[in-house]
């Protein structure tokens, strides 16, 4: 009968592959090297697979030996968080959102019912897709909403939250484009707060000017957040772009309005995304709750 994997081999192929050599790794998990080496060595055998290269410069992880450190860093983290459940009495939710989803996701999870999330610590991290996308793949998230990649990564579940989209906005008191709709070329007269470099809001910006062959604006700063933004503008001739939702709110605190345009910027897909492996007990549910808040192309679902 063929022996498998114990997590002791687990353990060791992931800080080998993590520390790119034996050395390093031992001196992680607080044992010898050659006791290190003898369960790579067991590994390999009851895997039939070779998942080191050995070189003068250290230990470099192959094809298979990648797909093992995939798994292993899963299922030490779950058994981690095991341990946390037990010492606690508690489990956490880790959730990764877009700035721009925020105000549609934590209402309705702080407000689900106590059968839900009763004896659930809801660990938030907010950041922008790329990010939040390395992190699902690695499994540090549980549930991810974010604009999904052109190409969904692999073991990765996505289904669409709602349609989303960019405005040009400005200072309240800036008096550009009172009077008819703004061409791209009126906007590219003006100089701009950007989305930081990076982001799918900052490829879709630079993108319009390149789609309707206009010289973009002068960019003087770019911003990670877009409460960043929204503090900038007032009292400025800059403009910028920002989510419909997040840009409403703030017309509604007085600061900043939000500009008529002759050709808007394109709806964008906002995903919930979460790993096929997830042990999360109750991700699913959280996925049910979350979706009812889904829109058509129509409009809010009622």
């Known amino acids: 009968m063929a022996k498998h994997l114990d997590v002791r081999h687990l353990k060791a192929v992931l800080a080998t592959a993590e520390a790119g ?6 001196a992680i998990l607080h044992t010898s090297q050659p006791a290190l080496s003898r369960l790579l060595r067991e590994a390999e055998e009851r895997l039939g697979q070779v998942l080191f290269e050995r070189t003068a410069k250290g230990s470099r992880v192959t094809a298979a030996g990648a797909l093992v450190e995939q798994v292993a860093r ?11 459940l037990t010492d606690k009495a508690a489990w956490k939710l880790r959730v990764g959102c877009i700035p721009r989803a925020l105000g549609s996701v934590m209402p309705r999870l702080l407000h689900a019912p106590p059968e839900l999330l009763g004896n659930v610590e809801i660990d938030l991290q907010e950041d922008d897709s790329p990010t939040l996308s390395a992190l699902l793949q690695r499994g540090a998230l549980d549930i991810a909403i974010l604009t999904p990649p052109a190409e969904h990564l692999p073991d990765i579940l996505y289904r669409r939250f709602y ?12 008096a550009l484009g009172h009077d008819h709709p ?4 009126d906007l590219a007269r003006h100089p701009f707060v950007a989305p930081a470099a ?8 630079d993108h319009y000017w390149l789609q309707h062959a206009v010289q973009p604006p002068v960019c003087r700063m770019a911003a990670r957040t877009y409460d960043a933004i929204a503090s900038v503008l007032p009292g400025t001739q800059l403009l910028s772009v920002m989510p419909q ?9 007085g600061t900043l309005r939000i500009l008529e345009v002759a050709i808007p910027l394109p ?9 096929v492996h997830a042990l999360q007990p109750i991700t699913a549910q959280v996925i049910e709750r979350l979706l009812p808040l889904r829109r058509d192309d129509n409009g809010p679902k009622r």
């Open 245 to 253: 939702q997040v840009a409403q709110r703030h017309v509604r605190g």
């Open 267 to 275: 709806e964008r897909p906002i995903h919930i995304a979460w790993s």
């Open 21 to 26: 050599s034996l050395h390093r790794a031992a």
């Open 163 to 174: 349609m989303d989209r960019n405005v040009f906005v400005s200072g309240r008191t800036n």
């Open 182 to 185: 703004l061409t791209v070329d």
């Open 74 to 84: 899963r299922v030490t983290s779950d058994i981690a968080r095991l341990g946390d």
């Open 198 to 205: 990076g982001t799918p809001s900052r490829a879709e910006f």
